[in-house]
């Protein structure tokens, strides 16, 4: 019987392509865009997930997420440092300047002061030039990204000099960093580098970085820390999920994705639903023979069940295959570098497209199950 549910499905070839490609087509457009929602949205905390050194992040009580960040005094700093609990703690500036270029155009790019004694929060990985040279007069680091933003299509050349608020500033290496959430280049320097960008009225530091003492439970250290300090002490989760929580809550990414996905889901399910319905009723005398001759519903319905997922397991194979062909091909492009397929997307394209092929199959069974076996008698 397994056969000839077989034989009945692939009969008319253009109808079982159809069925698949309704499948393939959904699956590809689900997963990818859930894919890419999934890894924008992580891009929000990017340069969280980058500082690796310290496992406490320390700020103002009023900031919902990374990149609205009032200045704290350096007083702070040292508070923090005699919080019980607190192994070491540095400063950290983190905002949005304005550079011009050699050549007198203007970029917009995102600037770390890092700790001049420490480097706590410098990039994991450098492409050209050395992290120790940051301790040159007005040198600075730029990723990858931002140097093909601001230079782009030439090759890598240190000692290139940028004007930061009439203040010179260096090109001495190139690193990887996270993709940011926006395009802008990531410049790391020096703290007191970064001071002489920055007019400020004696508040530049924008987070304290801390660090837990061993055997400590960090969540219970930042507890105490807000409690001696007044101030927001976050785990490096935590802050995590406090951005990407803003993004989602606060922004028109979801429902322009959600958007997306629900059309995909409605386009599959009617595709794919309307030609299996077809599909059925066009085999209904041959459903109406195997009833004459003694076959039980049961059997019908696991045929047409074998049918249905035939159908998805094919098709939702081609849709995730051509989902990792496409992150394949775009993983050499810079503005996409980091994107990739999802298991949440994989997990989660796979439960629709099985309830899509459950629906459309329940849909087709009542049709079967109630049929007369007189109907392969009539002409």
Same mark, same amino acid.
């Given at each position: 019987?397994n056969?000839?549910?077989?034989r009945?499905l692939?009969g008319?070839? $253009?109808?079982y392509?159809?069925?698949?490609?309704?499948v393939?087509?959904?699956?590809?457009?689900m997963s990818?865009?859930v894919?890419?929602?999934?890894g924008?949205i *992580?891009? #929000?905390?990017s340069?969280?997930?980058? =500082?690796?050194?310290?496992?406490?992040?320390?700020m103002?009580n009023?900031?919902?997420f990374?990149?609205e960040?009032?200045?704290?005094?350096?007083?702070?700093?040292?508070?923090?440092?005699g919080v019980? *609990?607190?192994?070491?703690? =540095?400063?950290?500036y983190?905002g949005?300047?304005?550079?011009?270029?050699?050549d007198g155009?203007s970029?917009? /790019?995102?600037v770390?002061?890092?700790?001049?004694? #420490?480097?706590?929060?410098?990039?994991?990985?450098?492409?050209?030039g %050395?992290?120790?040279?940051?301790?040159?007069?007005d040198? =600075?680091?730029?990723?990858?990204? $931002?140097?093909?933003?601001m230079?782009?299509?030439?090759?890598?050349?240190?000692?290139?000099?940028?004007q930061?608020?009439?203040r010179?500033?260096? /090109?001495?290496?190139?690193c990887?960093?996270s993709?940011?959430? #926006?395009?802008?280049?990531?410049?790391?320097? %020096?703290?007191?580098?970064?001071a002489?960008?920055?007019?400020?009225?004696?508040?530049?530091?924008?987070?304290?970085?801390?660090?837990?003492s061993?055997?400590?439970?960090?969540?219970a250290v930042? %507890?105490?820390?807000?409690?001696?300090t007044?101030?927001?002490?976050?785990?490096r989760?935590q802050?995590i999920?406090?951005?990407?929580?803003?993004?989602?809550s606060? #922004?028109?990414?979801?429902?322009?994705?959600?958007?997306?996905?629900?059309?995909?889901?409605?386009?599959g399910?009617?595709?794919?639903?309307q030609?299996f319905?077809?599909?059925?009723?066009?085999?209904?005398?041959?459903?109406?023979?195997?009833?004459?001759m003694?076959?039980?519903?049961?059997r019908?319905?696991q045929?047409i /069940?074998?049918q249905?997922?035939?159908?998805g397991g094919?098709?939702?194979?081609?849709?995730?295959?051509?989902t990792?062909?496409?992150?394949?091909?775009t993983s050499?492009?810079?503005?996409?570098a *980091?994107l990739?397929?999802?298991w949440?997307?994989?997990a989660g394209t796979?439960?629709?497209v099985?309830?899509?092929i459950?629906l459309?199959? =329940?849909?087709s069974?009542?049709?079967?199950l109630?049929l007369?076996?007189?109907?392969?008698?009539?002409?």
């Open positions: 019987m056969w000839l549910a077989f009945m692939t008319d070839r $253009g109808k392509l159809g069925l698949i490609f309704g393939a087509f959904a699956t590809l457009l990818q865009q894919s890419i929602f999934m924008i *992580g891009r #929000t905390a340069q969280i997930l980058d =500082v690796r050194d310290a496992n406490i992040w320390v103002d009023k900031v919902r990374i990149d960040v009032p200045a704290l005094p350096d007083a702070d700093l040292h508070r923090v440092r019980p *609990g607190v192994a070491w703690a =540095v400063r950290l983190k949005q300047l304005l550079a011009r270029l050699e155009n970029r917009s /790019l995102v770390l002061g890092l700790d001049d004694a #420490t480097f706590v929060g410098a990039p994991a990985e450098m492409i050209v %050395k992290l120790a040279d940051l301790k040159q007069p040198a =600075v680091i730029i990723d990858k990204a $931002g140097y093909e933003y230079w782009p299509q030439e090759p890598y050349r240190l000692g290139r000099v940028i930061i608020n009439n010179r500033a260096v /090109l001495v290496g190139i990887k960093a993709a940011p959430f #926006t395009t802008l280049p990531i410049l790391f320097t %020096k703290y007191s580098t970064a002489g960008y920055v007019p400020n009225d004696g508040r530049l530091m924008s987070f304290v970085l801390a660090q837990s061993e055997g400590l439970d960090a969540t930042c %507890k105490q820390i807000e409690q001696q007044g101030l927001m002490a976050l785990t989760e802050f999920w406090k951005t990407i929580k803003y993004f989602l606060s #922004t028109g990414i979801p429902v322009n994705f959600g958007i997306t996905i629900t059309l995909g889901f409605i386009v399910a009617a595709i794919t639903g030609t319905y077809l599909f059925t009723i066009e085999n209904l005398k041959q459903f109406g023979a195997l009833k004459a003694g076959v039980t519903n049961l019908l319905v045929m /069940l074998l249905g997922l035939l159908v094919s098709g939702y194979g081609i849709g995730i295959g051509l990792a062909l496409f992150f394949i091909g050499q492009v810079t503005v996409l *980091g990739h397929i999802t949440a997307a994989f796979g439960a629709a099985f309830f899509i459950m459309t199959s =329940v849909a069974m009542h049709k079967v109630v007369e076996p007189a109907i392969v008698f009539r002409g």
